[in-house]
């Protein structure tokens, strides 16, 4: 098979339009702490500029410091263990979520422009991410109203034991900056209704949102320093989120390299720690899939994002007999995908989130090329003048040791690598140091359970792919992740659980005179 070159991609390209009037103000926002929008003691910002539209500065926040930092998780304390929020019934809470879930779809536009312009990816897919974001807070608002322990009436005739469900107390969470909004919708509303006070820190790169969301959740009736946000870089505003005895919990998403120094922090002070990593998502196609589906999910899953997606099919582990021909109806979807400037309504996917990102996509590519796999398309930067975006890349001939194949890319490339029996198949998409989410394609459930069964994922697919919804648990198996989020599970994260035991009479004496 031919490597496609740029100039046919080209095609499909939208150069981004610089004078777009979207582009002309740069938005400034300010931390929300104690309930109040504050600038940095440091006087210091973050600018940013959209990936996809080079030179357009379009938003401009603080760069916070360990003092900003720590007022914010003395704002949240406080607010745990004097204010209302964790005294109010469910009822109470929920009326507040559900505000919030509203506030959202009324600045649904945007906070698609700003998720759209912070992270490069397609405005209606930014848009489509907003609403799904009011859903999730829409399902913690009603599940916190059915939030319970549990009794144990069986244990001896004087005895009872209650288990009381408490909110873990002041979490910090930590987001990245892939899908903002979702991540931090994935995890504010199901610390919020345990009870709990939040301290977000989000990506340095995509603040806005995260800023725009508590500022909504205060005029939603939400009290002051139980959602505060602070912004600026890791080290400085991030780190002490783990090292700081008043927070109880950290919750981190992004990488594993961070995720595994906040939990050697955190285990200092025996904090409690979740963690949502990388991914090397395998999508395992049998020869009996309906090859139309299975090319479309494929494409999906390794394209959406531009590939900058945790739970990302970026492993295609596929029966050899039918290899060339899902390849082939692959490669035509590849070369026919819209894509290019993010704030155009037709594109598919858009720009990458950096130029050192960019850089580190295009340098897997040639470790790809290097360690002797086969390029079928792509594998180059594209119209660099205007953005950071990279061309639709597959691989074929892919062995399971390549680092292709082992390594998270968090970009648009695809790593092929044939199998024959269902038993290679399980073997090679289990072969990394990865769980977070697997799909299978087959036309025989029976075969597609079994496997599935078998694979060490978090989140599991047959017939689909980057599929959710808020009643699924998500998270990791292996280097992927500890801790779940999202569901009854979600909540579990986020509540203490407390025995207690109760004795009716007199109990048995200890010690009789
Ligand atoms: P990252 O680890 O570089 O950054 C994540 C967050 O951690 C950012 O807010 C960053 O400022 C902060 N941070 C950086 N250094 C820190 C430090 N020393 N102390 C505290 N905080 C610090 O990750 P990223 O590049 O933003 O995101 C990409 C990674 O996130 C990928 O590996 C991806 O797979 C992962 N991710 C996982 C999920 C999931 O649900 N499992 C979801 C999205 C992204």
Not at 212 to 226: D, H, K, M, Y
Not at 231 to 236: H, K, R, S, V
Not at 400 to 406: C, E, K, L, T
Not at 407 to 424: C, H, K, Y
């Amino acid at each position: 098979m031919a490597i496609t070159s740029q100039s046919s991609f080209q095609d499909n390209f939208a150069v981004p339009n610089l004078s777009d009037p979207r582009l002309a103000s740069k938005r400034a926002y300010r931390m929300v702490i104690d309930g109040k929008s504050v600038d940095s003691v440091s006087g210091k910002v973050v600018e940013r500029e959209s990936p996809g539209h080079r030179g357009k500065v379009i938003g401009v926040w603080p760069a916070g410091t360990t003092e900003d930092a720590s007022r914010a998780i003395g704002a949240a304390r406080i607010a745990f263990d004097n204010g209302p929020w964790g005294r109010m019934s469910g009822a109470e809470r929920s009326t507040i979520l559900h505000a919030i879930a509203q506030g959202i779809l009324k600045h649904q536009d945007e906070l698609a422009l700003i998720e759209c312009l912070e992270t490069g990816k397609p405005i209606n897919q930014a848009r489509g991410e907003i609403g799904y974001c009011a859903d999730l807070w829409t399902y913690a608002a009603g599940q916190c109203r059915g939030l319970e322990g549990d009794t144990h009436n069986a244990i001896g005739t004087n005895r009872l034991g209650l288990v009381l469900r408490e909110p873990a107390g002041v979490v910090g969470i930590i987001t990245p900056w892939n899908f903002p909004f979702i991540i931090v919708s994935e995890r504010v509303p199901w610390a919020l209704g345990a009870g709990c006070t939040v301290v977000v820190k989000p990506s340095e790169f995509t603040s806005g949102t995260t800023i725009r969301l508590a500022e909504i959740a205060l005029e939603a009736g939400l009290p002051a320093g139980v959602f505060n946000v602070i912004t600026g870089y890791g080290p400085e505003v991030g780190q002490i989120l783990a090292e700081d005895p008043r927070v109880d919990m950290v919750a981190f998403t992004g990488s594993v390299r961070v995720g595994t120094q906040l939990a050697g922090i955190a285990a200092a002070n025996v904090k409690r720690v979740g963690l949502e990593l990388g991914g090397k998502g395998p999508q395992i196609v049998f020869a009996d899939a309906d090859l139309e589906a299975a090319a479309d999910g494929i494409a999906y899953g390794v394209y959406h994002n531009a590939g900058q997606c945790c739970i990302s099919g970026s492993r295609l582990i596929v029966q050899n007999s039918i290899r060339p021909a899902l390849l082939e109806r692959l490669l035509d979807l590849s070369r026919r995908l819209p894509f290019g400037d993010p704030l155009a309504a037709t594109t598919r996917y858009g720009a990458m989130v950096s130029v050192p990102h960019l850089h580190k996509v295009a340098g897997y590519v040639a470790a790809g090329l290097e360690d002797g796999a086969e390029l079928l398309l792509g594998g180059e930067k594209i119209d660099e003048g205007s953005g950071n975006f990279f061309a639709p890349t597959v691989f074929d001939k892919v062995r399971p040791d390549m680092r292709i194949a082992q390594e998270e890319i968090f970009g648009p490339v695809l790593a092929t690598i044939g199998f024959d029996t269902p038993e290679e198949a399980v073997a090679l998409a289990n072969g990394t140091p990865f769980g977070l989410s697997a799909g299978v394609w087959s036309r025989d459930l029976e075969t597609a359970i079994q496997t599935t069964r078998k694979l060490r994922a978090g989140r599991c697919w047959i017939n689909s792919v980057i599929d959710g919804t808020p009643e699924m648990p998500i998270g990791g198996y292996k280097m992927s992740g500890v801790g779940r989020e999202l569901g009854r599970y979600g909540f579990d994260e986020y509540s203490q659980f407390k025995g207690l035991h109760m004795t009716l009479g007199r109990g048995e004496p200890w010690f009789e005179h």
